[in-house]
């Protein structure tokens, strides 16, 4: 209805400190009930163009200013998104789908943090010296920023991971721009207006909307911008590596998991299948850590399927905005029609579907009918060639098999093209150091998930991706070094 149409948010872009209406929209939905709930500009090379222009105008300013200086306004923008923590968990949780729970427990929260941290790590960098007495030289190594960043972030975590690139970003002293995901783009329209409160001055964080082929590719094939920071799947990483090829780009790249978990005979079954469900489901199963393959040792492989499928029977999927629902909506019509697809092709190949998607029926409340939901889904008997066991999901989907020895279940975990996350479930000390060795994986989370020190290295090995993020590594990326020699 026209009333209806009247009441849509309408975002803008970001450019040089101010918003700046674009001629061309498209729509963004609310998953949960299917409507639109937010046009969102439609940017291309001009909208790219205005924005790059804006932070290299701004870059010799601010990357002039003293670690401190940016230190303390990184500080009060994470104060200003935490006094606003609840208006940007609503908007998260209806933009994206997922739960209002976990956007106010793990999105905003860690959105805040990421600036809080990177705010305080610039502060602790120091630079390298050594000297060599017999020539008489001393050399040394300076950091500097280096220039425009070109950010790219998904839609599983929008705020989270958009300023997970961010709060680094601008803490080393170089000027952005950003683009969101076109599905998910509220949070950082909502976070833009924060930005010259905080102190930011104009052009330093510019935030240009719209879609991948369109707006990221002009940003990607920018000649101004040497660094590209990506966050997405591995499909998206192949063509910005070939489009940023002729610049020679500096590229940090997040993508895909295909992450087992692995339970041992002697797991703590009573911390393991909460977890574990956590770790399948949490945010329905869009997080590139997810497990989606659950390698069980057979001694107790039965007694693990029962109470697992009978816990995530238990998880309770509905309406995003009620507090007590386990399991929002997926992210889109297209993303749900796909998740589905890879349950049909598991029963198609002759494995069980022990609970969820055409097993279980869904009730969901009037008002979300429309909406984009899955049950949690468990298969079990599924081939280790299965593309169920060898492509990224992306939903809540998991699929669990038997092993029997360590060396068959470590071959069986490194046997797909990703290399994300692993969890390992064992009490023996040994054992799980020898596992964690000899995993392909560049996380290791054992009797435990999704715990993190942001001071340590994050990112995958093969298809999951190049380079590292953390305190240490995204100062790297973002900032260049340069070795000195003084002849004395």
């Not at 209406?21 to 500009?41: E, L, M």
């Not at 935030?207 to 911008?225: I, Q």
Request: net charge neutral; charged share 20%; glycine share 8%.
């Amino acid at each position: 209805t026209m009333a209806h149409s009247e009441a849509l948010l309408v975002l803008e872009n970001f450019i040089a400190g101010k918003f700046v209406p674009c001629s061309a929209y498209i729509d963004s939905y609310n998953p949960s009930t299917g409507d639109v709930y937010c046009r969102v500009p439609d940017s291309g090379k001009e909208e790219v163009e205005a924005a790059v222009k804006a932070a290299k105008a701004a870059f010799p300013i601010w990357s002039s200013k003293s670690p401190l200086e940016r230190s303390q306004i990184l500080n009060k923008l994470a104060d200003l998104i935490e006094h606003d923590l609840e208006a940007f968990a609503q908007a998260e949780s209806k933009d994206q789908g997922k739960t209002i729970t976990f956007a106010r427990t793990v999105d905003i929260p860690r959105a805040v943090y990421n600036f809080r941290f990177f705010a305080s790590s610039i502060l602790h960098h120091t630079t390298e010296c050594t000297e060599m007495t017999s020539v008489r030289c001393v050399h040394y190594t300076s950091r500097a920023p280096v220039g425009v960043a070109g950010l790219i972030s998904p839609w599983n975590l929008p705020l989270y991971l958009l300023t997970w690139k961010i709060a680094p970003a601008i803490a080393c002293g170089n000027t952005v721009v950003a683009k969101p995901s076109e599905m998910t783009s509220v949070t950082a329209w909502m976070m833009c207006k924060l930005l010259e409160k905080a102190g930011v001055p104009h052009g330093v964080v510019n935030v240009v909307f719209g879609t991948g082929a369109k707006a990221g590719e002009a940003l990607v094939c920018h000649p101004d911008v040497p660094l590209i920071s990506f966050t997405g799947s591995t499909l998206t990483a192949q063509r910005i590596t070939e489009k940023s090829a002729p610049h020679c780009k500096r590229l940090s790249l997040e993508l895909g998991g295909k992450n087992p978990a692995i339970v041992f005979d002697d797991a703590d079954l009573s911390q393991c299948i909460p977890t574990t469900l956590r770790s399948s489901f949490a945010n329905q199963g869009e997080i590139c850590l997810c497990t989606s393959r659950i390698f069980v040792q057979r001694g107790i492989y039965s007694e693990f399927l029962k109470r697992f499928v009978a816990e995530a029977k238990k998880w309770k999927v509905g309406n995003p905005s009620d507090p007590t629902v386990d399991v929002g909506a997926l992210i889109s019509k297209e993303h749900l029609e796909k998740v589905r697809s890879y349950v049909k092709k598991a029963q198609a190949e002759g494995a069980r579907v022990l609970c969820g998607e055409g097993v279980d029926s869904l009730a969901l409340p009037t008002g979300n009918q429309k909406g984009y939901f899955m049950l949690p889904t468990v298969i079990a008997e599924v081939k280790d060639e299965s593309c169920c066991m060898q492509e990224e999901i992306f939903g809540p989907v998991t699929c669990v098999v038997a092993f029997d020895t360590e060396d068959e279940v470590i071959g069986r975990a490194n046997g797909v093209k990703y290399g994300l996350a692993a969890t390992v479930w064992s009490s023996n000390v040994g054992r799980v150091h020898r596992v964690a060795r000899r995993l392909q994986s560049g996380l290791v989370w054992t009797n435990c998930w999704l715990i993190r020190d942001l001071n340590l290295p994050f990112g995958g090995m093969k298809a999951s991706g190049i380079g590292r993020e953390g305190a240490k590594d995204s100062y790297e990326f973002f900032t260049e070094v340069k070795t000195i020699t003084i002849k004395h």
